[in-house]
């Protein structure tokens, strides 16, 4: 399952990085979870609470997810635009020639702990 070694590897570094501190307690962890990032939020949110229970310095964390909207840009045109709506081919001229900007990340951008 997928969700859940992304959320093995979200409490590693949430871990670490209050003992880095030395705290004991990791309250919430706030995420950036690009669009199509292939992560489902509620598939996250199961293994998150499922894994948690198990490791007594993440008891009752909560984990906030912060949906970032997928951008592709045209390489034809320039066009940027949103990658969900319109996939590989630009609105704006209709070529092929188009990658992502961003949308596909996985990354932790706060940890609250005490
Ligand atoms: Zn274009």
């Given at each position: 399952m997928h969700e859940l070694g992304i959320v093995f590897y979200i409490i590693d570094d949430a871990k670490k990085a209050a003992t880095d501190n030395g705290?004991?307690?990791?309250?919430r962890v706030t995420l950036d979870l690009g669009e199509?990032?292939?992560?489902v939020p509620d598939l996250l949110q199961d293994a998150w609470t499922w894994a948690c229970r198990r490791e007594p310095m993440m008891e009752g964390c909560e984990l906030e997810v912060c949906e970032m909207e997928a951008a592709s840009v045209c390489e034809a045109c320039g066009t940027e635009y949103g990658t969900v709506a319109?996939?590989?081919?630009?609105?704006?001229?209709?070529?092929?020639r188009t990658h992502l900007l961003h949308g596909r990340e996985v990354m932790i951008r706060e940890i609250e702990a005490y």
């Open positions: 705290l004991t307690s990791v309250r199509v990032s292939g992560v319109y996939g590989r081919i630009c609105p704006a001229c209709g070529s092929e």
